[in-house]
Every structure is written in C-alpha cells, then in structure tokens.
C-alpha cells in the first residue's frame, strides 16, 4: 500500500511562513490535495490538483509537488490557521491520506 | 449549495452491522463519485470506501474490505455503507464526502464534506 508521510507538528510565528511537507515514492508523478481540519469540524479542502485553489481559500495558502516532496505553503501565517493538515492522493484505485500535520502559530 | 447529511450512527457491538446513509443535495448527484472517510476519536483522517457514478466500481481500503459495502441510489441521491463484522477498530467519525470534479480519476480529490455520523463498536 501506498503511505504518505508528514510530521506531526509544526511551530510557525505569526506573520512568519509555514511549510507543512507530505511525503511518498515519487509523489510528484501524482496529484496531491491539502484538507485543513478545525477541532470539532470537517475537513476543509486548501489545495487541489498540487497548486490549485479553491474559491473562498485565501491567497496565502499554497501549493507545490515535485520528486518525493509535496509542500503547502501559508505565507503571512494567522492565528486562524491554526488547524491540522492533511495531504491526499490517489493510488492504484484507493484514496491515501497522510498522517496530518499539527499547525501552531505562537 | 452542496449538502451532505450523515445518519445511522450508533453504539453496535462487536460483530454486530449497521448501516449508515449519507443523504445529498445541491448538486447533479449522479455525475459525482462520493466517499466515506473515518476519524477515529483523536486520530486522523481514514479513507474507507469510494464509489463511482454508477455503483458498479467501488473500492475499499484494505481495513475494511470484505466487511464493508458501499452503494448508491441515483434516485434519492444517497449513498450507503453497509458494515458488518464490526470491530472495536471500527470506532470512528464517518464523514460522507463527494469529489471535487464528475468522476474519478488520479486526480480524484474532495471538496465538500459532511458534519459526520459517529459509530462506537463496544460490548
């Protein structure tokens, strides 16, 4: 089975950039979605198709994929995106979620 | 607006069944692959189950494959998923969830989410 890999926790001040990583074989070759994740609410979706926005996401969330190494980037961090991370992608007819990746902005 | 509305969650036993229904609106519901997606109290997201706009090629995550079934009535825009042989494992949060584009695909992904049915497998 496929595994995507992100660590646990990031420490971002604010104001400052976060890059949260998503990691797997040759995960540039496929295509990697962001969902940010508030205590007590759904899933909300970031980042689609690697670098894509969705409309409603402001522009300081975003994204890229290349080699092993997909990457979401929140430029001029808030203290509302204080959230979990999760990156998704499909492989081989099933859909992978990483680990999810813990935001703190202090 | 989209909507997906969960039900059916309960406290089963181990090796019980239960049937959980995700009811939709807003959008041409038969053009669209939708999923269920878990949460395990305090853990992350868990793909479970995806089906197509037919029905006729759902796949399943390895953890529950054989146990679960996942179905799709185009006339009352609704999915299911049928569980049988619950474990304790199976203890989650499951979100119904529909793919951001008509089909799937390699670039299949999700953009709206429903609030969740919870599901306790305990004796």
């Known amino acids: 089975s496929y595994d995507l890999a992100q660590p646990p926790s990031v420490s971002v001040s604010p104001g400052q950039t976060a890059s949260l990583t998503c990691s797997g074989d040759?995960?540039?070759?496929?295509?990697v979605s962001w969902y940010q994740q508030k205590p007590g609410q759904s899933p909300v979706l970031v980042i689609y198709?690697?670098?894509r926005r969705p409309s409603g996401i402001p522009e300081r969330f975003s994204g890229s994929n290349s080699g092993n190494t997909a990457t979401l980037t929140i430029s001029g961090t808030q203290a509302m995106d204080e959230s979990d991370y999760y990156c998704q992608t499909w492989d081989n007819r099933t859909v992978v979620f990483g680990g999810g990746t813990k935001l703190t902005v202090l | 607006e989209v909507q997906l509305l969960e039900s059916g969650g309960g406290l089963v036993q181990p090796g019980g069944s239960l049937r959980l229904s995700c009811t939709t609106s807003?959008?041409?519901?038969?053009?669209?692959?939708l999923s269920w997606v878990r949460q395990a109290p305090g853990k992350g997201l868990e793909w479970v189950s995806v089906i197509g706009t037919t029905g006729d090629s759902p796949y399943y995550a390895d953890s529950v494959k054989g146990r679960f079934t996942v179905s799709r009535d185009n006339s009352k825009t609704t999915i299911y998923l049928q569980m049988n042989s619950l474990r304790d494992e199976d203890t989650a949060l499951y979100y119904c969830a529909k793919g951001g584009e008509p089909g799937y695909s390699s670039a299949w992904y999700i953009d709206s989410w429903g609030q969740g049915t919870l599901l306790a497998v305990s004796s």
């Open positions: 198709q690697d670098s």
């Open positions: 040759e995960l540039g070759s496929k295509y």
């Open positions: 807003g959008f041409v519901f038969k053009a669209y692959a």
